[in-house]
């Protein structure tokens, strides 16, 4: 594999980050978009098996107009959108089969941070899907609703606020 910069071709050196520079550009001689069979291969490649991650880019436009650009430019773009709802959708115990639930001790999430400059960005690709990965980590599944969740997440909303912390603010909830 080969990458230009600057209009020249570069031969590849090494598969190291510190081999990369700034606007090298590399062409795949495949030259075709992921698939979820690409995403399959690369998840039993690094063993990333997670099924929750905090940088799969926001599906609904935020309240907030001024959030388009980080919003445009955070989450890896490898993933396929989804809404704060369908994060909330998450069961954890569910891959474990009937009866199982008992064994979890806890539960995690990923995030990769190829798209995160300063720690603004870090937050908001974490709240508010952080706060529903707690509720449904310490919430019995019955009483865990998005309904009752998004109600919530309006009343942490000003919390977050108060802290300064930046943080997506999705549409579908009416934050205070």
Do not use: C, I, N, W
């Given at each position: 594999m080969a990458t230009e910069h600057a209009g020249a071709a570069k031969v590849w050196e090494g598969r190291f980050y510190e081999d990369l520079d700034v606007g090298d550009v590399f062409r795949s001689r495949f030259g075709r978009t992921i698939t979820d069979t690409d995403n399959i291969w690369f998840t039993c490649l690094t063993m990333n098996t997670n099924p929750m991650h905090f940088d799969v880019p926001y599906a609904e436009p935020s309240a907030d107009p001024g959030q388009a650009e980080?919003?445009?430019?955070?989450?890896?773009q490898l993933?396929?959108?989804k809404t704060v709802a369908e994060?909330?959708?998450w069961e954890p115990t569910e891959s474990l089969g009937p009866?199982?639930?008992?064994?979890?001790a806890g539960?995690?999430?990923?995030i990769w941070g190829e798209t995160i400059?300063?720690?603004d960005d870090l937050c908001f690709l974490l709240l508010p899907r952080l706060a529903g990965v707690a509720h449904k980590a310490w919430s019995d599944p019955q009483v865990a609703t998005w309904t009752d969740h998004r109600d919530r997440l309006a009343r942490h909303g000003r919390l977050w606020a108060q802290?300064?912390?930046t943080y997506f603010r999705t549409s579908t909830v009416h934050w205070l």
């Open positions: 980080r919003q445009g430019r955070v989450g890896l993933y396929s959108p994060s909330f959708d009866g199982r639930a008992t064994h979890v539960v995690e999430a990923a400059s300063d720690f802290d300064g912390l």
